[in-house]
Structures are given as C-alpha cells and as structure tokens.
C-alpha cells in the first residue's frame, strides 16, 4: 500500500511541477510509448539474460511481496515465542523424546496447529523441527549446532538477496538505457536536419525524454522496490536469528521462560515486545 502511495508523490511532484512549471506534458506522451518499448524492452532482455531461472522466480515472487503489509508484526513474534515456549515445556517436563512425534508430522501436532501463523509457514517449521530433530538426537552439542544455524541462515541470506541484488543491477543499468534511447533520438533527429525547426525541436526534445525516463525509472521504482524487497528479507531472517537463540539457550540449560526471553532480545526494538505483553501471552495461550 506504501509503495504504491509513494509512486503517486513521486509522480505528482515530477509532472506536477513539470506542468505548472509551464511545460508542456503532450511532448512526454507522445514519446512515452516508443521510449518506453525501447528503455522497458532492452532493461527486461539484459534482466533476463543475466539472471539465473531461480532468481527469476525468487524475484517475481518478492514484487508480489512488495504490494502486502508486512507478515512480521509484534503479535506473529508473540506466537512464535509461546509456539517455542511450549515445545521447550513440553520437553523439560517429559523429556525430549515426548516431542519426537510434534517433530516428526509437524501438520498433525497438536502445538504447531495450536499457533497457524507461523505453524503454517513451511520455512519456520522446517527451521524449528530440524533442529529439534537435532536436539532429541543428542548427538550435538550445542556448539555444533549453532555453527550448523549460523551456516543455514547466511545461506538463506544469500538466496534471498539474490533478487534485491538483481533489481540494484536493473536499477542501475535503467539510466544507461535511457542514454541509449536519447542516443537513438537524435541519430533519428539528425536525418531530418533538413526539417523546419520547430520540427526538429519536437523531435530533440522527444529524444531527451528517454534519459529522463531512463533515471526516472531506476530511482523513482527500481531502486525503491530492491529496498523494499531488502527490508522484508531482513526481517524474515531475523525470525530466523530469534528461533536459533531461543534453541540454543535452551541447550544451555536456560528454562523455557528465559530461553524465550533470550529469543524476545533479538528482535527489531519496533516489533519486540515487552517482557510482560510476551509472559501475558505465553500465560493465556497455555
């Protein structure tokens, strides 16, 4: 919803000030088309024969991302936390191997069920029950573990970078297509130098709306979508990072209370919440 309200300040300002200013916005529509098919063609061609099928993929996926309100919020962190809290009971009070079958079939469990926004999300199940299935092998200590985790989420945090780092590389590239159309323009421009003036104007300034169009383009939506993408890839890690603290203190010997209390730490300060909103919730869910 942000995104798209900002487009329109960033569109109204532009041309709003364009027209007021006195020019003449009919120059621009003329051009738009045929600069638009020439800048927008080849930016999507270099895009992609540059980029692999599953960034491709990754990357369609994340702009219909970039159109929904953020999944991350304080209370999908509170369900997440009791989720892991009871887990972590569950198996202080009966022993690790009580939870065997919550790890197991993760969609029949009972607890996972209990809490559907993130008992839901495959990524976040597949996460918790990995390494859970580690914990009540006891064939890791909690070292190894963790070094296991450190190396899935930077991996993770690569693959999900990759579309951000390809919509950077388009946005940089936008402008110098846009110099290319311009280019084109007045190569078209200077096989009419015979033409009346007030034609060859017309045409000069059709040619220069394709540069415009070019860094237009790059700063005022590419650029802005790659951040976007890159904010919520950090936030899905970052729920990452919240599950292997709250496991690992748990490995350390911390109770549940406190191990989730470890989690609830690493949090972003807008989304964590308070000691007593995370006790409250975890009390009423049980």
């Given at each position: 919803?942000?995104?798209?309200?900002?487009?329109?300040?960033?569109?109204?300002?532009?041309?709003?000030?364009?027209?007021?200013?006195?020019?003449?916005?009919?120059?621009?529509?003329?051009?738009?088309?045929?600069?638009?098919?020439?800048?927008?063609?080849?930016?999507?061609?270099?895009?992609?024969?540059?980029?692999?099928?599953?960034?491709?993929?990754?990357?369609?996926?994340?702009?219909?991302?970039?159109?929904?309100?953020?999944?991350?919020?304080?209370?999908?962190?509170?369900?997440?936390m009791?989720?892991?809290?009871?887990?972590?009971?569950?198996?202080?009070?009966?022993g690790?191997?009580?939870?065997?079958?919550?790890?197991?079939d993760?969609?029949?469990?009972?607890?996972?069920?209990?809490?559907?926004?993130?008992?839901?999300?495959?990524?976040?199940?597949?996460?918790?029950?990995d390494?859970?299935?580690?914990?009540?092998?006891?064939?890791?200590?909690?070292?190894?573990?963790?070094?296991?985790?450190?190396?899935?989420?930077?991996?993770?945090h690569?693959?999900?970078?990759?579309?951000?780092?390809?919509?950077?590389?388009?946005?940089?590239?936008?402008?110098?297509?846009?110099?290319?159309?311009?280019?084109?323009?007045?190569?078209?421009?200077?096989?009419?130098?015979?033409?009346?003036?007030?034609?060859?104007?017309?045409?000069?300034?059709?040619?220069?709306?394709?540069?415009?169009?070019?860094?237009?383009?790059?700063?005022?939506?590419?650029?802005?979508?790659?951040?976007?993408?890159?904010?919520?890839?950090?936030?899905?890690?970052?729920?990452?990072?919240?599950?292997?603290?709250?496991l690992?203190?748990?490995?350390?010997?911390?109770a549940?209370?406190?191990?989730?209390?470890?989690?609830?730490?690493?949090?972003?300060?807008?989304?964590?919440?308070?000691?007593?909103?995370?006790?409250?919730?975890?009390?009423?869910?049980?």
């Amino acid at each position: 919803m942000f995104l798209i309200i900002g487009w329109v300040v960033c569109l109204g300002a532009v041309f709003g000030v364009f027209i007021a200013h006195g020019g003449n916005i009919s120059v621009i529509l003329h051009a738009l088309p045929f600069e638009m098919a020439t800048i927008g063609g080849a930016a999507l061609g270099a895009f992609v024969a540059t980029n692999q099928t599953k960034v491709l993929k990754a990357t369609a996926a994340g702009l219909a991302q970039c159109f929904k309100g953020s999944k991350h919020s304080k209370s999908r962190y509170m369900e997440l936390m009791a989720l892991l809290f009871e887990i972590l009971q569950k198996a202080r009070k009966e022993g690790l191997m009580s939870i065997e079958a919550d790890v197991e079939d993760p969609s029949k469990s009972p607890l996972f069920q209990k809490y559907p926004g993130v008992g839901n999300d495959h990524h976040v199940v597949e996460f918790v029950t990995d390494y859970l299935r580690m914990m009540v092998s006891g064939n890791l200590n909690s070292h190894e573990i963790e070094a296991l985790m450190d190396s899935e989420i930077e991996t993770h945090h690569h693959e999900a970078h990759a579309p951000v780092a390809a919509l950077q590389r388009l946005a940089g590239a936008l402008p110098a297509f846009g110099i290319v159309a311009a280019v084109l323009g007045v190569v078209n421009t200077m096989g009419s130098v015979g033409q009346p003036p007030a034609v060859l104007g017309a045409m000069i300034g059709s040619a220069l709306v394709g540069t415009f169009l070019g860094i237009f383009l790059a700063y005022g939506f590419a650029e802005p979508i790659a951040g976007l993408l890159e904010q919520k890839v950090d936030e899905a890690g970052k729920e990452l990072q919240c599950i292997k603290t709250t496991l690992l203190a748990s490995m350390q010997g911390y109770a549940p209370q406190v191990a989730i209390e470890f989690g609830r730490k690493v949090l972003y300060s807008t989304e964590r919440p308070s000691f007593s909103e995370l006790e409250s919730h975890v009390k009423g869910r049980k």
